[in-house]
């Protein structure tokens, strides 16, 4: 009777045991479900606290969780960042949210491949632009209007073979030869397919 009792007792464990699994399975399925998206690559999070940290982060306006492990920029709604269903920034609106510094080389890593918008407008951002942002191979609009940017808009940015629109007036630009653009950036404009604001 004891040895029944034994058996009886280690299998309701284990049908227990195999519910609770199921049961948290289900949950954890609703939770992405519901948040329509998963979480953010270790990569694509990384270039967005270095670009935090170099633009005095704690200052901005609306800030970000940067340093709770836990917060996620897709799952945690960080402000200006749009995320697709794979959980991948698809879109950075910054825009008039009180950056300060420079954009720092190290920003646009290849983890940012899935980014179509980058708007870092109406900020207090200096230094020249790096020639990095042309990693971010899918861009389609970058909006850098109205900082202070300095130097020279660099040629590498007419490697962005997707972009549609470009937007850079209003920075401390070095023009030569009385144009800011270099001409192998004005080529994107000249084939119809990208609007250049640059005044």
């Not at 058996?7 to 045991?17: G, Q």
């Amino acid at each position: 009777m004891r040895r029944l009792q034994f058996i009886t007792i280690k299998a309701c464990s284990v049908v227990y045991n195999v519910m609770l699994l199921t049961c948290l399975l289900s949950l954890h399925s609703a939770y992405v479900h519901a948040a329509g998206t998963v979480g953010t690559s270790r990569s694509e999070r990384g270039a967005l606290k270095v670009l935090y940290w170099a633009t005095q982060g704690p200052t901005w306006k609306r800030q970000w969780d940067v340093q709770n492990v836990l917060s996620d920029p897709c799952l945690n709604n960080w402000y200006g960042i749009v995320c697709d269903h794979a959980g991948h920034i698809k879109s950075i609106h910054l825009a008039n949210n009180n950056l300060v510094g420079s954009i720092p080389p190290e920003f646009p890593r290849p983890g940012l491949r899935f980014l179509k918008e980058l708007d870092l407008s109406s900020n207090f951002l200096t230094g020249p632009l790096p020639d990095t942002l042309s990693l971010l191979q899918g861009l389609l609009v970058l909006r850098l209007d109205r900082n202070n940017f300095l130097g020279q808009v660099p040629a590498t940015l007419s490697q962005l073979r997707f972009l549609e629109f470009l937007e850079i007036q209003g920075n401390q630009f070095d023009a030569v030869q009385g144009e800011i653009l270099p001409e192998e950036v004005k080529a994107l404009g000249r084939n119809g397919r990208c609007h250049l604001i640059d005044r």
